[in-house]
Structure formats: C-alpha cells, structure tokens
C-alpha cells in the first residue's frame, strides 16, 4: 500500500454475477473471490496494492447488484476515467457502477447502518432457462399467505440465533426492518432489509418460509425459533444462486 499524508477514501459500488467465484473475500488457495480479482486488477491499473473493503461477505455463488467497497488512495482521482478503466479491466461477471469520493474515516463495512437482499424462487415445473443461474428452481405449490404471516413474526428485533449456521459467543441479536414476499408468474420474490445478516442467515430464513410456504411447519413453529431455538430447528439451507445483495445502507454524508 502507497504512503502518503494526501490519502483519499472512494466508495465503490459493484454488481457480480457470483456463479463462479468462491464468495466476496479473498482466500490463499483460489483467485477465484470478488475481492481478491478486484485488489489484482486495482494493482494492474494503478501499479500499487490497494485493499477492498467490502461491505460483508457474501458466500460463494451469491450474486450482488449493489455490493459496495472502500478504497484509499493517495490524491484525487478522476472518478470517470478511473471507473472506464477499471471496467475494461475486470472480466465481464464484475462491474463498478459507481465511483464516489466519501470523507476520510468512511468504512464500506463499519459505516453501514442496514442491508437489503432478495432472494428469488421459481416455482415452475421445469426451471426458467433464462434465469435458472439467479433462482432456486422450487417446483412446490407455494402457501404465499402463510409465508407472509411467518414472515411478519421475524420483523423486529429479536435474537436470531436458530438462523446461523456459525456458532460464535457474539450477539445474534438482529434487527430486521422489512420482509416482502412478491409473486410474478412462477416466480417468487423474497426481499429482507434489516441492520444487519449473519453468515447463511438470509438463506435459512428463506429455507424456513418455504417450509411454511409447503406446510411442513407452522407459523407458531416459525415464532417458536426466535425464543432461545437452535439452528436444527430452523428450516433448510436455501441454495445460494437464489441470493443477491440488493442494496446497502448508509446514514453518513457522502461528501
């Protein structure tokens, strides 16, 4: 990393197509992470090592539309150019759709005071040819409005532990703002909004709708999990090529 007393903070935003890559954060053994394909081609185009401050990680085969990074470099840079350079560097599953000077201090991790994601479901009998890479192919009769009333039972805050799959002493005590559960033909659409989502917590959440969504468990059962419930009491794993990070939060100024 460059020194300099003239260091500036830059907020990317970034869309990927997550099928082939092994998650956002870098990893010795793959190159193959949204993260590390980034800092490589900042070194190409700058001829200096820069890290990429992700806003979280997303798992392996999740896809983003609006993930956003921090990056500090020494200057002012040309947005614009920096951003067309950078594109035509990147392979074509990446892409910056925007370069933004923040104040110093801003963290695309830290700085974040909420999530969205959505997660989308085709219900058809054969998958979608079209997206079949950006669904979970679910050929189930879907109980929408049950799904909704369990959904209404997890907005708030409450403790979320039977929706993690990583058992850690830190709090799971999360905030969830908003659930919308959308239908368009075979498709359904699940979009959550909340503070903040522990590892593979969007993708049982949504193993646990679909479970009520079928009637393999109740409402009051999905209620049930947020008092002192553990993780295999909570619904299945829902694959990750269904997930996107939609958009990330944030309270500060940008100037």
């Known amino acids: ?12 935003t970034i869309a990927y197509d997550g099928t082939r890559y092994q998650g956002w954060q870098r990893q010795p053994d793959t190159e193959l992470t949204i993260q590390g394909t980034l800092e490589r081609t900042i070194y190409l185009l ?3 090592s820069v890290e990429v401050n992700g806003s979280g990680r997303t798992d392996g085969g999740v896809h983003a539309k609006a993930q956003t990074a ?10 614009d150019a920096f951003l067309k350079e950078l594109n035509q560097m990147l392979p074509e599953d990446i892409r ?11 963290h695309a991790r830290y700085s974040a005071s909420g999530k969205q994601y959505e997660y989308t479901i085709d219900t058809g009998e054969k998958a979608d040819v079209f997206t079949r890479k950006y669904c979970f192919h679910f050929p189930e009769y879907l ?3 049950a799904m909704r009333a369990a959904a ?6 409450h403790d979320f532990a039977a929706f993690t799959d ?3 002493e ?3 005590i999360r905030t969830i703002y908003d659930i919308q559960i959308t239908e368009q033909g075979n498709k359904v659409k699940i979009l959550y909004a909340g503070n903040g989502f522990m590892y593979h917590m969007v993708r049982i959440l949504t193993g646990t709708l679909l479970e009520v969504g079928t009637g393999k468990r109740t409402v009051a059962d999905t209620s049930a999990l947020l008092e002192g419930g553990e993780r295999y009491q909570a619904g299945f794993l829902a694959p990750a090529c269904g997930l996107a990070l939609k958009e990330v939060y944030y309270c500060l100024d940008k100037k």
């Open 1 to 12: 990393m460059v020194v300099s007393k003239h260091m500036r903070t830059y907020k990317l």
């Open 70 to 79: 921090s990056i500090r470099l020494p200057g002012k840079i040309e947005e």
């Open 166 to 168: 990583r058992n850690e």
């Open 170 to 172: 830190q709090s799971a």
């Open 143 to 145: 109980d929408i409005q």
């Open 152 to 157: 209404g039972c997890l907005i708030g805050k």
């Open 46 to 48: 700058k001829g200096y």
């Open 96 to 106: 910056v759709t925007d370069v933004e000077l923040v104040k110093n201090g801003f």
